[in-house]
């Protein structure tokens, strides 16, 4: 079992308890993702502390103001660290009013580059913005390893699918209201699918009222093989192996 995405800086316990409860509960890898400088450098440093952890390298939407040539050189240098296994997190949010528009474009753009460039997939985000990301994306974005983050557009799945991107679920897939993405999440095939936490944020509804952890990943797959009418056994199973895949893991 893996946790695809994860905010091991953001969590309020400390890293080694975090990962020593993930391990506990069958999490063999996840990845920790940046959203700024300091949140890559606290990535790396993880990943440097645990062999059971990854980085991503990113600039995230809403901290993407002013984003300029050196912030991607910044990020650069970042990513050709041994531990960093993908770019991101990236994309578009204008649901909240922190970053220009422009500037989320410009940031993004310099991402889908990076992620080219080093050959490293592109884990996007994207929030109130999905025809404007996925437009960004068809324009600059060819040929490069693209995860979807959080799923969030399954009115948009069959795209998506068309287009190669993996698809990854949090723990709000298994909220009564979201009955959509439940649905879209029944129909990724299943060597495209990936499960989340975006801990500390989105707990599962089985444990809602507490702080989101990469432990609690086993409720979203729990929750993921029920929907599918599969074993828990057999869908942590692929979704390790398309983890494998896609960030190049051992």
């Not at 920790?32 to 990535?43: E, K, L």
């Not at 975006?198 to 729990?222: G, I, W």
Request: glycine letters at 6%; one cysteine or more.
């Amino acid at each position: 079992m893996i946790d695809s995405h994860t905010h091991l800086d953001l969590c309020e316990a400390p890293n080694a308890e975090l990962v020593a409860a993930a391990d506990a509960a069958g999490v063999t890898r996840m990845l920790t993702v940046g959203i700024d400088g300091a949140s890559c450098r606290a990535a790396l440093a993880a990943a440097e502390d645990f062999p059971q952890v990854y980085a991503a390298i990113g600039r995230h939407p809403n901290a993407a103001r002013g984003f300029d040539d050196a912030d991607l050189a910044e990020l650069r240098a970042l990513a050709a660290h041994e531990r960093c296994v993908a770019i991101g997190e990236s994309g578009l949010d204008f649901y909240r009013d922190t970053a220009p528009h422009a500037d989320q474009q410009r940031a993004f753009a310099a991402q889908i580059a990076l992620a080219r460039e080093t050959g490293k997939p592109l884990v996007i985000h994207s929030r109130a913005a999905d025809e404007q990301t996925l437009a960004q994306l068809s324009s600059e974005a060819a040929g490069v390893s693209v995860v979807m983050h959080c799923f969030s557009m399954p009115d948009r799945l069959q795209e998506c699918l068309g287009r190669g991107y993996a698809i990854s679920f949090a723990g709000n897939v298994t909220y009564k209201s979201a009955a959509d993405l439940a649905d879209a999440a029944a129909r990724v095939p299943e060597e495209r699918l990936l499960v989340e936490t975006d801990a500390p944020y989105l707990t599962p509804q089985a444990v809602r009222k507490q702080r989101n952890q990469p432990a609690f990943v086993a409720h979203t797959l729990a929750f993921l093989a029920q929907l599918r009418g599969v074993s828990v056994e057999e869908l942590g199973a692929a979704v390790t192996r398309n983890a494998a895949r896609v960030f190049g893991w051992a």
